[in-house]
Protein backbone atom coordinates (compact mmCIF):
# COMPACT_ATOMS: atom_id res chain seq x y z
CA UNK A 1 0.00 0.00 0.00
CA UNK A 2 2.82 2.52 0.96
CA UNK A 3 4.21 1.48 -2.78
CA UNK A 4 1.09 2.60 -4.63
CA UNK A 5 1.15 5.73 -2.19
CA UNK A 6 4.52 6.79 -3.30
CA UNK A 7 3.36 5.73 -6.81
CA UNK A 8 0.71 8.28 -6.65
CA UNK A 9 2.12 10.77 -5.48
CA UNK A 10 5.32 10.71 -7.76
CA UNK A 11 2.33 10.77 -10.70
CA UNK A 12 0.82 13.65 -9.34
CA UNK A 13 4.38 15.62 -8.66
CA UNK A 14 5.21 14.58 -12.39
CA UNK A 15 1.87 15.61 -13.64
CA UNK A 16 2.08 18.98 -11.78
CA UNK A 17 5.53 19.61 -13.53
CA UNK A 18 4.56 19.03 -17.06
CA UNK A 19 1.33 21.18 -16.22
CA UNK A 20 3.98 23.93 -16.17
CA UNK A 21 4.55 24.48 -19.37
CA UNK A 22 0.97 25.96 -20.35
CA UNK A 23 -0.85 24.36 -23.33
CA UNK A 24 0.63 25.45 -26.49
CA UNK A 25 -2.93 26.18 -27.64
CA UNK A 26 -3.08 28.52 -24.83
CA UNK A 27 0.43 30.47 -25.63
CA UNK A 28 -0.90 30.66 -29.73
CA UNK A 29 -4.29 31.90 -28.64
CA UNK A 30 -2.26 34.55 -26.06
CA UNK A 31 -0.06 35.44 -29.42
CA UNK A 32 -2.77 36.06 -31.77
CA UNK A 33 -4.23 37.89 -29.46
CA UNK A 34 -1.60 40.04 -28.80
CA UNK A 35 -1.14 41.04 -32.42
CA UNK A 36 -4.49 42.13 -32.06
CA UNK A 37 -3.77 44.51 -29.24
CA UNK A 38 -5.41 42.34 -26.58
CA UNK A 39 -3.58 42.19 -23.40
CA UNK A 40 -1.21 39.04 -22.23
CA UNK A 41 -2.89 36.04 -19.44
CA UNK A 42 -0.56 34.80 -17.52
CA UNK A 43 0.58 31.71 -18.43
CA UNK A 44 1.45 30.49 -14.86
CA UNK A 45 5.07 29.52 -15.02
CA UNK A 46 7.48 29.37 -12.85
CA UNK A 47 10.99 28.07 -13.96
CA UNK A 48 12.94 29.38 -16.84
CA UNK A 49 12.67 26.01 -18.62
CA UNK A 50 8.59 26.61 -18.68
CA UNK A 51 9.16 29.95 -19.62
CA UNK A 52 11.14 28.96 -22.62
CA UNK A 53 8.87 26.06 -23.62
CA UNK A 54 5.62 28.52 -23.27
CA UNK A 55 7.71 31.46 -25.75
CA UNK A 56 8.57 28.64 -28.49
CA UNK A 57 4.63 27.96 -28.91
CA UNK A 58 4.31 31.82 -28.06
CA UNK A 59 6.97 33.03 -30.90
CA UNK A 60 6.01 30.48 -33.72
CA UNK A 61 2.36 32.22 -34.44
CA UNK A 62 4.42 35.79 -33.99
CA UNK A 63 6.75 33.97 -36.73
CA UNK A 64 3.59 33.28 -38.92
CA UNK A 65 1.94 35.99 -39.21
CA UNK A 66 5.11 38.72 -38.94
CA UNK A 67 7.40 37.12 -40.97
CA UNK A 68 10.97 35.19 -40.26
CA UNK A 69 12.88 37.30 -37.11
CA UNK A 70 15.12 40.38 -38.13
CA UNK A 71 16.91 40.44 -34.89
CA UNK A 72 17.07 39.58 -30.85
CA UNK A 73 16.21 41.43 -27.95
CA UNK A 74 17.93 40.32 -25.02
CA UNK A 75 16.62 41.79 -21.69
CA UNK A 76 17.39 42.09 -18.04
CA UNK A 77 21.29 42.73 -19.19
CA UNK A 78 21.42 45.16 -16.06
CA UNK A 79 21.49 44.63 -12.33
CA UNK A 80 19.19 46.62 -11.16
CA UNK A 81 16.86 45.04 -13.73
CA UNK A 82 17.77 41.27 -12.84
CA UNK A 83 16.87 42.33 -9.27
CA UNK A 84 13.90 44.02 -10.17
CA UNK A 85 12.37 40.84 -11.63
CA UNK A 86 14.21 38.55 -9.23
CA UNK A 87 16.40 36.62 -11.82
CA UNK A 88 19.58 36.25 -12.21
CA UNK A 89 20.37 36.07 -16.03
CA UNK A 90 19.86 37.70 -19.10
CA UNK A 91 16.16 36.39 -20.84
CA UNK A 92 15.85 37.00 -24.98
CA UNK A 93 13.18 37.34 -27.48
CA UNK A 94 12.57 37.67 -31.28
CA UNK A 95 12.37 40.99 -32.62
CA UNK A 96 10.48 41.27 -36.16
CA UNK A 97 10.81 44.06 -38.79
CA UNK A 98 7.46 45.57 -37.96
CA UNK A 99 8.61 46.27 -34.70
CA UNK A 100 11.29 48.29 -36.05
CA UNK A 101 10.83 51.86 -37.20
CA UNK A 102 13.21 54.52 -38.66
CA UNK A 103 14.93 57.79 -37.01
CA UNK A 104 12.96 60.53 -37.13
CA UNK A 105 9.87 58.64 -37.59
CA UNK A 106 6.09 59.78 -36.05
CA UNK A 107 5.09 56.74 -34.32
CA UNK A 108 1.83 55.84 -33.51
CA UNK A 109 1.04 54.37 -30.00
CA UNK A 110 -2.34 52.69 -31.29
CA UNK A 111 -2.57 49.26 -30.87
CA UNK A 112 -0.41 49.24 -27.64
CA UNK A 113 -1.38 48.76 -24.08
CA UNK A 114 0.91 49.87 -21.78
CA UNK A 115 3.79 51.25 -23.41
CA UNK A 116 7.08 52.74 -22.30
CA UNK A 117 9.89 53.62 -23.64
CA UNK A 118 14.16 53.30 -22.50
CA UNK A 119 17.42 53.50 -23.68
CA UNK A 120 19.19 51.15 -25.56
CA UNK A 121 21.81 50.28 -27.72
CA UNK A 122 21.81 47.75 -31.27
CA UNK A 123 24.47 46.26 -33.25
CA UNK A 124 24.28 45.04 -36.87
CA UNK A 125 25.90 41.20 -37.46
CA UNK A 126 28.56 41.52 -40.18
CA UNK A 127 29.71 38.37 -40.42
CA UNK A 128 28.00 34.93 -39.58
CA UNK A 129 31.62 33.82 -37.89
CA UNK A 130 29.98 35.86 -35.12
CA UNK A 131 28.44 32.33 -34.20
CA UNK A 132 31.77 31.13 -33.18
CA UNK A 133 33.52 34.09 -31.44
CA UNK A 134 34.38 33.75 -28.21
CA UNK A 135 36.18 36.59 -27.08
CA UNK A 136 34.80 40.43 -27.06
CA UNK A 137 37.46 40.96 -29.74
CA UNK A 138 36.06 38.25 -31.94
CA UNK A 139 32.20 39.52 -31.09
CA UNK A 140 33.46 43.02 -32.90
CA UNK A 141 35.27 41.62 -35.62
CA UNK A 142 31.86 40.20 -36.96
CA UNK A 143 29.90 43.07 -36.19
CA UNK A 144 28.93 45.67 -38.87
CA UNK A 145 28.43 48.76 -36.98
CA UNK A 146 26.87 49.64 -33.68
CA UNK A 147 23.58 52.14 -33.81
CA UNK A 148 21.49 53.88 -31.42
CA UNK A 149 17.96 52.75 -30.23
CA UNK A 150 15.33 53.46 -28.16
CA UNK A 151 13.23 51.01 -27.69
CA UNK A 152 9.91 51.02 -26.45
CA UNK A 153 8.38 47.71 -24.80
CA UNK A 154 4.75 46.94 -24.36
CA UNK A 155 4.34 45.41 -20.81
CA UNK A 156 0.44 44.24 -22.04
CA UNK A 157 -0.20 42.20 -19.08
CA UNK A 158 -3.90 41.36 -18.00
CA UNK A 159 -4.99 43.65 -14.96
CA UNK A 160 -4.03 42.11 -11.64
CA UNK A 161 -0.77 40.26 -13.19
CA UNK A 162 2.41 40.80 -11.98
CA UNK A 163 5.10 40.74 -14.18
CA UNK A 164 8.06 38.22 -13.14
CA UNK A 165 11.21 36.83 -14.66
CA UNK A 166 9.64 33.89 -16.14
CA UNK A 167 6.45 35.21 -17.28
CA UNK A 168 8.35 38.28 -19.17
CA UNK A 169 10.55 35.53 -20.49
CA UNK A 170 6.94 33.67 -21.80
CA UNK A 171 6.58 36.27 -23.88
CA UNK A 172 10.62 37.59 -25.05
CA UNK A 173 10.37 40.11 -23.26
CA UNK A 174 7.41 41.98 -24.40
CA UNK A 175 8.94 43.48 -27.37
CA UNK A 176 6.64 45.93 -29.32
CA UNK A 177 7.69 48.74 -31.64
CA UNK A 178 11.73 50.46 -31.74
CA UNK A 179 12.98 53.54 -33.23
CA UNK A 180 16.34 52.67 -34.48
CA UNK A 181 18.82 55.37 -35.68
CA UNK A 182 21.74 55.50 -38.06
CA UNK A 183 24.88 53.85 -36.40
CA UNK A 184 29.05 54.12 -36.73
CA UNK A 185 30.65 51.47 -38.40
CA UNK A 186 32.54 49.18 -36.06
CA UNK A 187 35.47 49.87 -38.39
CA UNK A 188 35.50 53.44 -37.97
CA UNK A 189 36.01 52.87 -34.16
CA UNK A 190 39.77 52.51 -33.31
CA UNK A 191 39.39 50.53 -30.50
CA UNK A 192 35.71 49.14 -30.58
CA UNK A 193 35.94 46.81 -27.35
CA UNK A 194 37.63 49.84 -25.59
CA UNK A 195 35.37 52.21 -26.93
CA UNK A 196 31.49 50.49 -26.86
CA UNK A 197 32.94 50.09 -23.00
CA UNK A 198 32.74 53.58 -22.45
CA UNK A 199 29.49 54.22 -24.65
CA UNK A 200 27.56 57.22 -22.85
CA UNK A 201 23.90 57.75 -23.76
CA UNK A 202 21.57 60.65 -22.33
CA UNK A 203 17.76 59.96 -23.16
CA UNK A 204 15.46 63.42 -23.48
CA UNK A 205 11.85 63.71 -23.26
CA UNK A 206 10.79 66.99 -24.91
CA UNK A 207 13.92 68.10 -25.34
CA UNK A 208 15.03 67.92 -21.66
CA UNK A 209 17.31 65.16 -20.14
CA UNK A 210 15.72 62.59 -18.05
CA UNK A 211 18.19 59.22 -17.88
CA UNK A 212 21.14 58.20 -18.94
CA UNK A 213 23.75 55.02 -19.33
CA UNK A 214 26.88 53.79 -20.04
CA UNK A 215 27.90 50.59 -21.73
CA UNK A 216 29.24 49.20 -18.67
CA UNK A 217 25.38 48.95 -17.73
CA UNK A 218 25.06 45.87 -20.41
CA UNK A 219 26.51 43.13 -18.25
CA UNK A 220 29.66 44.98 -17.49
CA UNK A 221 30.14 45.26 -21.03
CA UNK A 222 27.52 45.13 -24.59
CA UNK A 223 30.12 42.53 -25.93
CA UNK A 224 29.32 40.48 -23.21
CA UNK A 225 25.64 40.10 -24.17
CA UNK A 226 26.30 39.23 -27.39
CA UNK A 227 28.68 36.49 -25.78
CA UNK A 228 25.67 35.34 -23.33
CA UNK A 229 23.46 35.10 -26.53
CA UNK A 230 25.85 33.09 -28.79
CA UNK A 231 26.13 30.75 -25.65
CA UNK A 232 22.58 30.25 -24.89
CA UNK A 233 21.76 29.19 -28.75
CA UNK A 234 18.71 29.32 -30.32
CA UNK A 235 19.39 31.92 -32.63
CA UNK A 236 20.98 32.31 -35.94
CA UNK A 237 22.99 35.12 -36.20
CA UNK A 238 23.52 35.93 -39.95
CA UNK A 239 24.89 39.37 -41.71
CA UNK A 240 22.11 41.77 -41.08
CA UNK A 241 20.85 40.97 -38.20
CA UNK A 242 20.73 43.52 -35.22
CA UNK A 243 21.38 42.52 -31.47
CA UNK A 244 19.25 45.09 -29.10
CA UNK A 245 21.41 44.37 -25.52
CA UNK A 246 19.26 46.01 -23.08
CA UNK A 247 18.40 48.69 -20.88
CA UNK A 248 21.00 51.83 -20.24
CA UNK A 249 18.93 53.38 -17.67
CA UNK A 250 14.55 53.02 -16.70
CA UNK A 251 11.49 53.13 -18.45
CA UNK A 252 9.53 55.48 -18.79
CA UNK A 253 5.72 55.81 -19.54
CA UNK A 254 4.95 56.52 -23.39
CA UNK A 255 2.07 59.17 -24.29
CA UNK A 256 1.08 60.56 -27.55
CA UNK A 257 2.44 64.03 -28.15
CA UNK A 258 5.85 63.35 -26.19
CA UNK A 259 9.00 63.93 -28.01
CA UNK A 260 11.95 61.03 -27.30
CA UNK A 261 15.58 61.57 -28.38
CA UNK A 262 18.58 59.77 -27.36
CA UNK A 263 22.15 61.38 -28.02
CA UNK A 264 25.06 59.01 -27.88
CA UNK A 265 29.14 59.46 -27.51
CA UNK A 266 31.27 56.35 -28.61
CA UNK A 267 35.03 56.85 -29.42
CA UNK A 268 34.88 60.24 -29.58
CA UNK A 269 31.96 60.10 -32.39
CA UNK A 270 28.16 61.10 -31.80
CA UNK A 271 25.26 59.19 -33.27
CA UNK A 272 21.58 60.36 -32.10
CA UNK A 273 18.49 58.98 -32.81
CA UNK A 274 14.86 60.05 -32.17
CA UNK A 275 10.56 59.97 -32.68
CA UNK A 276 7.72 61.86 -31.96
CA UNK A 277 4.49 59.34 -30.11
CA UNK A 278 1.24 60.15 -31.51
CA UNK A 279 -2.32 58.53 -30.77
Known amino acids: MRSLILGAIMLSLAG?????????S???????????????????VRT????SCAYASFRSVLETELGAPVGVKVGFTSRPVQERFGVTQPVSGALFAPMLVPDGSRLSLKGSRSPFFEADLVVTVGSSAIMQARTREEVAAALKDVRPFIELPDLALQKGVTPTGPLMAAYGVTPWRGVLGRGIPISDLRDPVADLAGLTVNLKL????IDAGTGQMLLGHPLDVVLWLIEQGGYELKPGSVISLGSLGGLHPALPGHRIEADYRIGGKTMKVGAVLVP
Not at 48 to 51: E, M
Not at 206 to 209: E, H, L, R, V, Y
Open 26 to 44: LMQNAARGWIAGQRLPDPL
Open 16 to 24: AANAACPDV
Open 206 to 209: DGNS
Open 48 to 51: AQDA
